[in-house]
């Protein structure tokens, strides 16, 4: 049986490297030939990681409000449901895409997180300033203060 909610959080994974493609051309332009040759090999890389992990953000703030995240909704409405339409007919009853009471935003996370290189990048980037730091703090212990 089709999961309707990987149907539709794929369909956006799918997209986001299109769109992080676009904003890195954007920002580059942006910053110009000169700064843009400045930058370093993990540089490049740091600034498609964070345009794509803004746009998994973007998804995430998006669907907050459908299930109330941070009670933003006021006056009588308390949520939306997020339905999909068949093909077929014989689907008559609208069946929310949610699962076991799971807020939207916690789906997304669960379909967005394991495909992204993102999250190890982010964990690389601070293990490596752990180990930059613990190589200073030994450093200075060796040092007369």
């Not at 803004?54 to 669907?63: E, G, I, P, T, Y």
């Amino acid at each position: 049986m089709i999961d309707p909610a990987q149907v539709l959080f794929k369909a956006w994974l799918d997209q986001i490297p299109h769109s992080t493609d676009a904003m890195e051309k954007q920002v580059r332009a942006i910053l110009g030939p000169d700064l843009i040759a400045q930058m370093t090999v993990a540089q490049h890389k740091a600034l498609t990681t964070e345009i794509e992990i803004a746009f998994k953000r973007a998804v995430a703030s998006f669907l907050g409000p459908f299930n109330n995240v941070g009670c933003v909704l006021k006056g009588p409405i308390v949520g939306f449901s997020i339905t999909p339409k068949y093909l077929s007919t014989n689907k008559s009853v609208a069946v929310d895409i949610a699962r076991n009471s799971m807020d939207y935003v916690d789906m997304w996370r669960d379909a967005a997180l394991p495909r992204s290189a993102s999250g190890d990048a982010i964990v690389a980037m601070a293990e490596e300033k752990l180990r930059k730091g613990r190589e200073l703090r030994d450093g200075r212990k060796d040092d007369p203060q």
